[in-house]
């Protein structure tokens, strides 16, 4: 009885078959000028269609534009380190090349290579931190690869120019000369982290004021250590010009086991730094992210930075010791709260930040109006 069983079922199938090999026949005859798949494939394809279809495939309108997928990002690594392209706020060290670099060590400094000029992109993605959007970065003047240009249009929310002069200082707009030097200092934030050349502190406020020259030394990736040796540096490059100081500290300055990472050390030698050089004024800034700017709607459980620290005791610490000490005190959280106030919704103060820990543009706008507030008090 098995043996009937197995045997009809087996008689079914070729039947099929068959049937099949004759179905995909007539097809190819009816086709026979036209080039196409055969009819099990289109079948397959048709049912699986909305699963398959890429982003590439779907109408303008219809796509996400943004990188879920890491075949896809990986699928364009090996063309990004053949093109010197660096890509920032992802897992790639092998992007971290020296033709990517925008920074250099000099004498145990981190500080910013001279005469660069690089196009930085944000690129939407879902893939890793949202609130930290990865970056692409490469030389200006150099062609990119079609399918490499291509990929990063697609995705980029924003193109921007970064560029540095001989002295390794980010570029200030419009450019003016002036023996009065004003420094604007404090790593990335003050570089300018993701802003163009003439959107910086810098460049906002010697938008303003042609009577001094905004000098930006900020670098990326510096810590409170390296701010110390830019200044240091400056004081001797600009020895007796030197008038006033802006001083950014993020919460990444927060490192008690850093040099300089503690107000007992560092205030200290901000004050040193303005007797030295006679300042008219240091002003401090506090900048906090935006896990602290707005933490009813940014700490979301289960995100990398939903338990990022306060700093509460700190930052009380910080400004304290800097208002003891003569210093003009800006907090920036007093700029997002009256945005929130003023938009009447939680989500407010977000548009004053390109990321997590760095102004927009018309967040930099907001601290320029801060500035000059507290500079006539």
């Known amino acids: 009885m098995r043996k009937q069983h197995l045997f009809a079922a087996m008689t079914v199938v070729l039947v099929l078959v068959v049937i099949l090999l004759a179905g995909e026949g007539l097809y190819a005859v009816a086709r026979l000028k036209k080039p ?27 796509r996400l534009l943004t990188i879920s997928s890491l075949d896809e990002l990986e699928s364009m690594i090996d063309d990004m380190k053949a093109n010197g392209v660096g890509l920032g706020n992802a897992p790639y060290a092998e992007l ?32 890793f931190n949202s609130f930290d959007p990865m970056n692409a970065f490469y030389d200006t003047a150099r062609v990119l690869p079609p399918r490499l240009q291509q990929f990063l249009d697609r995705y980029a929310f924003r ?45 906002q406020l010697q938008a303003r004021d042609d009577t001094r020259q905004y000098v930006n030394i900020g670098v990326n990736g510096a810590a409170a250590k390296d701010n110390v040796c830019m200044l240091e540096r400056a004081e001797r490059r600009y020895a007796g010009g030197i008038r006033e100081v802006v001083y950014f500290f993020s919460e990444n300055d927060h490192a008690p086991g850093e040099p300089y990472g503690r107000p007992e050390e ?112």
């Open 36 to 62: 196409d798949t055969s009819v099990t494939y289109w079948f397959v394809s048709n049912l699986l269609k909305d699963q398959k279809r890429s982003d590439a495939e779907l109408p303008a309108d219809d």
């Open 266 to 377: 560092l205030i200290p030698f901000l004050s040193e730094f303005a007797k030295r050089n006679a300042l008219d004024r240091l002003t401090l800034v506090y900048l906090p992210k935006i896990y602290n700017a707005a933490p009813d709607v940014m700490r979301v459980r289960g995100h990398s930075h939903w338990d990022f620290p306060y700093f509460r005791e700190e930052k009380r610490a910080v400004l304290d010791a800097a208002r003891q000490a003569g210093f003009t005190v800006v907090d920036f959280l007093d700029a997002t709260n009256a945005a929130r106030e003023e938009a009447g919704s939680p989500f407010g103060g977000l548009p004053l930040y390109v990321n997590q820990g760095h102004l927009s543009p018309i967040g930099t706008a907001k601290l320029v109006e801060m500035l000059k507030a507290a500079w006539k008090k």
């Open 96 to 127: 971290k090349t020296e033709a990517a670099s925008a920074n250099i060590e000099i004498d145990g400094c981190w500080s910013q290579r001279p005469n660069i000029d690089k196009t930085m992109v944000l690129l939407r993605s879902t893939l």
């Open 159 to 203: 193109k921007i120019r970064h560029r540095s002069n001989a002295e390794g200082e980010r570029l200030t707009l419009p450019s003016v000369e002036s023996p009065r030097k004003v420094l604007v200092t404090g790593s990335s934030i003050a570089n300018g982290s993701m802003v163009n050349d003439w959107e910086t502190l810098a460049s």
